[in-house]
Structure formats: C-alpha cells, structure tokens
C-alpha cells in the first residue's frame, strides 16, 4: 500500500543534541509537511516543501530546519532541542500543482515520531 | 482568513447512541471541508471530505457528515457508537482547493462509554 512512514517512531534527545526525524513516502506527492502537535492540541504547520521549493511558517522557530533530497523524502532537524520542544511531529503529503489538479485533495500523514527531551 | 470552530473539546456518548461533533467554519467562498480522526498514538486519518456536489458526505466506518451552507455547518455524524471510535476528531478547511492551505479546528476528544 502507497503511505507516508515516519522514523522512528519514537525519539529520546538529550537537551540542546541535535536531533534528526525522517519521513518517506510512496505517493509520489509533490508536497510534504511537517507538523508539531502537542498533546491535546491540532497539529501546528511547520513548513512544507512544494516541489523543492522550501515554504516556513512565519511563526515556526529558527531551531528548526528541514531538508528534502528527494521527491521521496523529507528530514527534520532540529539544532538545539529545548524542553518545550517535546511532542509529536508528523510528516503529511499531498498533491498540488498550479494547474489546479490539486484542488480538493487531503493531506496523507504518517504515524509520527514523538520527541522526549532529557 | 479561513476558520473553523469545532464546539466542544470533550463529547462523551454511550455506546450504541448517536455521535454528534460539530464543525463551523467562517467563509465568504465555497469551502473545502475535511474529517480527520487520529487515534492515540498514530497520525491523522481522513474520515471523508467535501468538495462539490452532494452536501451529505459519508466517510470510512460508518461516519458522515452534512455540509450545510446556510449554516456555515459541517457535523460529523455517527448512528451508532462504537468503542472503538474513541478517538481525537479534527475538522479542517481549505478556501483555495489546495491542500496547501489547510487550517484545522481544535479537535475534539470523542469519549465511548460501555
């Protein structure tokens, strides 16, 4: 079955350790997201790759980066984790274009990773 | 800016009774409505979603919902509980189409009791 799978499931870092998630998919979507979600809370956008053009949120912290090598693949790193860094983060696909095929299209997301900071 | 508003953190029903959760989104064009449900521990799972046509909508195990215009409403609506749809319920928006511009309401915690 095409999905979107995220490594590790679950990641312990020591504080301030740079600390690396992974997301693969077999969708062949163009776009991925990355979400943080804390507990009780909606997922919160964190940027997106269209295509290979890099999409931050405004609000989305300098701590945190990303790259994607590849149609397939999508990494998260995070330079400098803090207490209030730990959560959830979840890798998402869709497909889009300009074109408008796009439209209406939901977002696929994988299980997540969920992040502990000693 | 698109919004949505889902009433209600918590919703506790018996099982076997009727499962209601509220969507209501703010709009001045015609929305792209979205249900995920996402069980503890695993990612967001699409219920069903509306696009165009018809406004009643039904999803995967036994969910559906209705978008009603006038309303600004889009309820997730189960006839019969189940133990195992305790989970977290989001309701989600898109104004353009694309899935590039989703905005999520705030969940709600669908309680089961036996």
């Known amino acids: 079955d095409a999905m979107v799978i995220q490594n590790p499931r679950y990641q312990v870092t020591q504080f301030g350790k740079p600390v690396t998630l992974s997301c693969s998919q077999t969708?062949?979507?163009?776009?991925m997201y990355w979400y943080q979600q804390k507990s009780s809370q909606a997922p919160k956008l964190l940027f997106h790759y269209y295509d290979k053009d890099f999409n931050n949120e405004a609000d989305t912290p300098d701590n945190f980066q990303s790259r994607r090598p590849n149609t397939s693949f999508c990494f998260l790193d995070i330079r400098s984790p803090g207490l209030g860094d730990a959560a959830m983060y979840l890798c998402?696909?869709?497909?889009?274009?300009?074109?408008?095929?796009?439209?209406?299209?939901?977002?696929?997301f994988g299980d997540g990773t969920r992040l502990s900071i000693l | 800016a698109q919004s949505v508003t889902q009433l209600g953190s918590h919703v506790s029903v018996s099982e076997g009774a009727l499962v209601l959760l509220r969507c209501n989104y703010s709009?001045?064009?015609?929305?792209?409505l979205f249900w995920y449900v996402q069980y503890p521990n695993q990612g967001l799972q699409l219920l069903l979603k509306?696009?165009?046509?018809?406004?009643l909508v039904k999803g995967i195990n036994g969910f559906e919902a209705e978008f009603k215009k006038s309303e600004t409403s889009f309820h997730l609506t189960k006839p019969s509980a189940h133990m195992s749809d305790a989970a977290e319920y989001f309701c989600?928006?898109?104004?353009?189409?694309?899935?590039?511009?989703?905005?999520f309401g705030s969940g709600t915690q669908l309680t089961v009791l036996p």
């Open positions: 989600a928006v898109s104004y353009s189409g694309s899935a590039r511009q989703l905005t």
């Open positions: 969708l062949n979507h163009n776009v």
């Open positions: 509306y696009t165009t046509g018809a406004t």
């Open positions: 998402a696909t869709s497909r889009d274009n300009l074109g408008g095929q796009g439209r209406s299209q939901p977002q696929h």
């Open positions: 709009s001045s064009v015609p929305p792209y």
